[in-house]
């Protein structure tokens, strides 16, 4: 079975820097894209960054560059966000995806992890 | 940036009743749309891809229709668990972008 687990969410201050992790299984890592979807309280989906498998492309959205980096260790099978800078409109529940396709990048997700809750508060 | 619509917000239907939701592209996206649907608490989870493709275990009841700008998702006989809300995904252009959903409420 497919499975992505989420984690190191947390409460952190305007400024501050937050990584998160989300751990995969069930399938060959390496070989597919990985994507950071974020969802604030009460919203909608947001589309946040993604990665080609081997970490070759990157793509950030234009809300996040240059403050967000996307990385992942295929030895370890996790894909990673390594969140600074943070803002309070940065609060949100973030998903990790698998990306489905013939694109680089992939096209569609599926599936998603369980989310990991990001609390940018003062 | 293509922007994806959602129609309506809210869609008020009775169990076993039909249900169908549209989502309108700013330009056309071909057939490069996905749904996903996301039950309270839970993770979104994919419907469709290619905007009529069923993903795994997707039941029949459930028919994505629709290429170009305009795209509906329709629920022959609603079941409790498909009150929920959708999002549906253009995956034509960077960065791909979701719709604003539509919740799917009992009425």
């Known amino acids: 079975e497919v499975q992505l687990v989420d984690s190191g969410g947390g409460l952190v201050q305007p400024g501050g820097s937050l990584r998160l992790s989300c751990s995969a299984s069930g399938f060959t890592f390496s070989t597919y894209a990985m994507h950071w979807v974020r969802q604030a309280p009460g919203k909608g989906l947001e589309y946040v960054s993604g990665i080609s498998s081997k970490g070759g492309s990157t793509y950030y959205a234009d809300s996040v560059k240059g403050r967000f980096t996307i990385f992942r260790d295929d030895s370890k099978n996790t894909l990673y966000l390594q969140m600074s800078s943070l803002r309070t409109e940065d609060t949100a529940v973030y998903y990790c995806v698998k990306a489905e396709g013939n694109n680089y990048l992939g096209n569609w997700f599926d599936p998603w992890g369980q989310g990991t809750l990001v609390t940018v508060s003062s | 940036e293509i922007v994806v619509t959602q129609s309506p917000t809210t869609l008020s239907v009775s169990p076993g009743e039909r249900a169908t939701l549209s989502c309108r592209a700013s330009q056309s996206v071909s057939s490069n749309l996905a749904w996903y649907h996301q039950k309270p608490g839970q993770a979104p989870s994919l419907l469709f891809y290619g905007a009529s493709t069923r993903a795994t275990g997707v039941p029949a009841r459930f028919t994505g229709s629709g290429s170009g700008t305009e795209f509906t998702l329709t629920i022959s006989s609603l079941q409790s668990e498909d009150f929920a809300v959708y999002y549906c995904?253009?995956?034509?252009?960077?960065?791909?972008?979701f719709g604003q959903g539509t919740k799917l409420e009992i009425k």
């Open positions: 995904q253009q995956y034509l252009n960077w960065p791909y972008t």
